[in-house]
């Protein structure tokens, strides 16, 4: 009995449990994201592994898919801005969906609606890692099969994203919706938020270089 408690408490195996329990949240949503956060399936090492992979996959798909999907002049590309380009949207997304609980009376903490949109993100890796290989044997009349799919992957995570949230918060379908949209439009105003903060930061920077400058040329 003693034996069964430690292997069960084994963070190794809670951890890789963790991690398998993704392939039932993509097949079955609704219990699976209910049972992520409310029954406490889901771990934050299971869904940084998740983001990591779905970042590795982004970059991987540079490098070796075919030419004839992907076109990369690696001279003009900064791979910390592109991965910025995944993680910051990712991260808007989640404050933005948390801020938005209080007025709409969602249940989820911050740390699940991050967690649940990273299981929620399987699909990328997981279709998009064969289908970066596939994509070097296929010729130009099968490039339609391998945007379909490409595309698929991407909207199976979109709505495994809607309906985590729904679980996780306990929304019925229609409030749901709404508070997607809602969520989507903070995310615009957090942008424009930030692009004026940031905006006033180069023109104080600017003001003071300026400054600085006709201070030596005085003195």
Known sequence: MIANTKQLDNPKDKYFDSLKFAFYCITHPLDGFWDLTHEKRGTYAA???IL???LLIRVL?????SFLFIQVYW????IFLYLASI?????LWVVGNWGLTTLFDGKGRLGQVYMATCYALTPYPLIQFPLMIFSNFVTVDEAEFYSVVSALSLVWAALLVIAAMGQIHEYSAGKNLLFTVATLFAMLVMIFILMIFFSMISQGVAYFISLAKELMFRM
């Open 75 to 78: 001279e003009d590309l900064n």
């Open 52 to 54: 990591f992979l779905t």
């Open 87 to 91: 993680l910051f949207p990712l991260a």
């Open 61 to 65: 798909k540079l490098r070796f898919t």
């Open 47 to 49: 869904a940084n592994t």
